[in-house]
């Protein structure tokens, strides 16, 4: 063959390569403009997204805002602002960014505080992590893969490991209204549960709440082996439901490591309310209370990323905080959480005001998995002392005005005999750690006494 046959060649093997790259390119962004701008959502027409893209718009007075498509109709795309949107104009340039949404994670975030899009909001310089992963999460876990819930988690809670035991790869929905003590019990188990990594989720909620949060509740115990997702209340509704889903992947990725993870998300409502505020927004209609139905699929996609692994694999144990409004058991948030929650512990007003912490009502609440990761001893003596629990509140108004008369009934004497031992025993301060086995040597001696009076 000639050198000049060889360089020939050489040129053909050349411009195949580059034509093989060219056609892995994505394909140019077809731009659009900014026609309409009601409230929260904008309209751009003439550009050409998919929902979850991401899109600069771009005024003339060089302005540039980033927006997602949450929707569209026809021709038309409806995006929604990831940050304020003042000085946009009319015919604004829509530019779409294609590919989904990644974040980085590693173990570069232990100890770090970051936003709902994965940037750090400490002091403690940039990031290091290197592993990219989708914020909706991949695939789902077959369900016959995933490993069963077999093994409890020391919560360092006496009330919980006692009498609602939590089993590793859990899922678990705390109930309450404003002001009952769901943050202290949330600090209190991120600082005390036996977990590999903690990741909090806090959505929603004051700023000031944040910093105060990792300061006095989580300690600096805590904060060393946790990543805080921080999306306060000022945000945008896409801002809060991106931290819900940011907290949930960087949970999936130690999970997948083989690690034990324990994720704290306050709150499930706000989660819920965001989307409540997209939906209504692009125009969905209200279903139960003003919520559109598209609330009540994402509830499920959340909560079904967390739990076990695969076999022999990491956990994710989760308790998500959901606010009852006006103390209403039956709120549609809280209807729908429970559904699809492994159990759920309510926190009770009236306990939190006769100074009884944590305010945990023990009737209102279970735990779906206990029975099948305690044992029968165990389980017999938190049936006994709900028995007493049970007795004494329902002859307590007959106790408290003097209308009940020792010897009418040796359930309720027994009850009243050993109240003032079984409320202490529900009472635990937030410095105090109260280990599994302690917890349920308690219980034993509460419960035993309790059947022998």
């Known amino acids: 063959m000639s050198a000049l046959a060889e360089r020939r060649s050489a040129l053909r093997q050349g411009l195949a390569r580059y034509q093989r790259r ?13 026609t309409r701008m009601v409230g929260l959502t904008l309209e751009a027409a003439g550009c050409e997204a998919a929902v979850g893209d991401r899109c600069d718009i771009l005024s003339s007075a060089g302005t540039r805002v980033e927006a997602e498509v949450v929707g569209f109709s026809g021709s038309r ?71 069963p819930i077999a093994e409890p988690l020391d919560v360092g809670v006496r009330a919980i490991n006692s009498l609602l035991t939590v089993g590793r790869g859990q899922r678990i929905g705390l109930f309450a209204g404003s002001g009952v003590g769901k943050s202290v019990l ?54 809060r439901l991106h931290g819900a889903w940011l907290a949930t992947a960087v949970a999936e ?67 998500y905080t959901v606010l009852v409004e006006g103390d209403d058991q039956n709120d549609p948030i ?24 944590p305010a945990i009502d023990i009737e209102a609440s279970v735990s ?15 049936r006994r002392f709900r028995q007493m629990l049970s007795t004494y509140t329902q002859h307590r108004d007959l106790i408290s005005i003097g209308a009940y008369r020792a010897g009418s009934d040796p359930r309720v004497d027994a009850a009243l005999a050993r109240w003032p031992r079984m409320q202490a025993f529900l009472q635990q301060h937030m410095r105090e750690r109260a280990d599994l086995a302690s917890s349920i040597g308690s219980l034993a001696e509460v419960a035993g006494e309790a059947g022998a009076s």
């Open 22 to 34: 060219a056609d892995l390119l994505p394909p140019p962004p077809v731009e659009g403009t900014l």
């Open 77 to 147: 795309l409806f995006l929604m602002p990831t940050a304020d949107a003042f000085g946009l104009s009319p015919n604004a340039r829509v530019v779409p960014r294609y590919g989904h949404q990644t974040v980085r994670v590693g173990d570069g975030l232990l100890g770090r505080v970051i936003d709902g899009a994965g940037r750090p909001l400490d002091d403690a310089g940039p990031l290091d992590c290197e592993v990219p992963v989708q914020l909706m999460g991949g695939a789902p876990i077959n369900p016959l893969a995933r490993e």
């Open 186 to 239: 949330l600090g209190m188990m991120a600082r005390y549960t036996s977990a590999d990594v903690i990741v909090v989720g806090l959505i929603g909620e004051r700023g000031r709440e944040v910093k105060e949060f990792i300061e006095r509740i989580l300690g600096e115990e805590g904060r060393r082996r946790a990543v805080v997702v921080a999306v306060p209340a000022d945000q945008s509704p896409l801002m």
């Open 253 to 319: 990725y130690f999970r997948d490591q083989g690690r034990s993870v324990l994720l704290l998300m306050d709150s499930l409502t706000r989660f819920a309310q965001a989307q409540r505020e997209i939906g209504l927004a692009i125009g969905e209609a209200p279903a139960t209370k003003g919520y559109p139905p598209s609330v009540f699929a994402r509830l499920p996609q959340l909560v079904e990323r967390a739990g076990n692994g695969a076999r022999k694999g990491g956990s994710i144990t989760a308790f």
């Open 334 to 357: 809280a209807d729908s959480a429970r559904a699809i929650l492994d159990g759920h512990f309510v926190l009770s007003r009236r306990i939190a005001e006769a100074g009884q912490y």
């Open 368 to 382: 779906r998995a206990m029975h099948d990761i305690v044992p029968d001893a165990h389980f017999e003596a938190a």
